[in-house]
C-alpha cells in the first residue's frame, strides 16, 4: 500500500539499466526497444532487474519512470520482464528536454511530502545534490553510464527504504 512515507523512485533507463558493462556477475541480457523507428540495443543485468521486481513486489517504494523513453515504457516492460511503472510524463522528450523535466519531477515528489530515490547518470545536475536534500528526504544516485546500477546500489535503496521516516 503506497503512503505519504513511501519513497518514489525516479528510474531512468540508459546509464542505469542499459549499460554496456552492466556486471553483476554474469553475462547480460540483449534485446532491442524501438524509437522513432529506430532500434537501439538494450544491455541488462538480469539480477538487477529481480532486485527491482522484488522492491517493487515488498510495496517499500513506488517505482517511476523517469526517462527519454517514457513514451515506450510498455516496450520496455515487456523487454526486461518488469510490471507496469508508471511514467512521470507520456509525450517523446528532445534529449535536451530531459534533464528539466526530470529535475521538476523530482521537485514534485518532495513537493507532495514524498522521500525521493532518483538515480540517473548524467541528468542529475551538481546543484541537486545540495538543493533536494533540504526539500525532503532524498538519496541520489549516479552510476557510472557504461556500468549502470550495481549491487552495492540496489544494497543503499533497500537501506533507503526500509529507514523510518524522519
Same mark, same amino acid.
Given at each position: 500500500?503506497?503512503?505519504?512515507?513511501?519513497?518514489?523512485?525516479?528510474?531512468?533507463?540508459?546509464?542505469?539499466?542499459?549499460?554496456?558493462?552492466?556486471?553483476?556477475?554474469?553475462?547480460?541480457?540483449?534485446?532491442?526497444?524501438?524509437?522513432?523507428?529506430?532500434?537501439?540495443?538494450?544491455?541488462?543485468?538480469?539480477?538487477?532487474?529481480?532486485?527491482?521486481?522484488?522492491?517493487?513486489?515488498?510495496?517499500?517504494? !513506488?517505482?517511476?519512470? +523517469?526517462?527519454?523513453? +517514457?513514451?515506450?515504457?510498455?516496450?520496455?516492460?515487456?523487454?526486461?520482464?518488469?510490471?507496469?511503472?508508471?511514467? +512521470?510524463?507520456?509525450?517523446?522528450?528532445? @534529449?535536451?528536454?530531459? @534533464?528539466?523535466?526530470?529535475?521538476?519531477?523530482?521537485?514534485?515528489?518532495?513537493?507532495?511530502?514524498?522521500?525521493?530515490?532518483?538515480?540517473?547518470?548524467?541528468?542529475? /545536475? @551538481?546543484?541537486?545534490?545540495? !538543493?533536494?536534500?533540504?526539500?525532503?528526504?532524498?538519496?541520489?544516485?549516479? /552510476?557510472?553510464?557504461?556500468?549502470?546500477?550495481? /549491487?552495492?546500489?540496489? *544494497?543503499?535503496?533497500? *537501506?533507503?527504504?526500509?529507514?523510518? /521516516? *524522519?
Amino acid at each position: 500500500m503506497v503512503t505519504a512515507a513511501t519513497p518514489v523512485w525516479l528510474l531512468d533507463v540508459d546509464g542505469v539499466l542499459n549499460a554496456n558493462r552492466p556486471g553483476w556477475s554474469a553475462a547480460p541480457r540483449r534485446g532491442m526497444a524501438y524509437a522513432g523507428g529506430t532500434g537501439f540495443l538494450m544491455r541488462w543485468a538480469p539480477a538487477l532487474l529481480d532486485r527491482i521486481r522484488a522492491l517493487h513486489r515488498s510495496g517499500a517504494v !513506488e517505482i517511476r519512470w +523517469c526517462t527519454t523513453w +517514457c513514451a515506450h515504457t510498455g516496450q520496455l516492460e515487456r523487454l526486461f520482464g518488469l510490471p507496469r511503472f508508471e511514467p +512521470c510524463w507520456h509525450e517523446d522528450l528532445a @534529449p535536451p528536454d530531459a @534533464p528539466i523535466a526530470k529535475l521538476a519531477a523530482a521537485h514534485q515528489v518532495l513537493a507532495d511530502g514524498r522521500p525521493l530515490i532518483w538515480t540517473d547518470d548524467a541528468d542529475i /545536475p @551538481p546543484a541537486a545534490h545540495d !538543493e533536494l536534500p533540504r526539500l525532503g528526504r532524498t538519496l541520489l544516485i549516479a /552510476p557510472a553510464p557504461n556500468r549502470g546500477l550495481q /549491487p552495492d546500489h540496489l *544494497t543503499t535503496i533497500e *537501506t533507503f527504504v526500509a529507514a523510518p /521516516p *524522519t
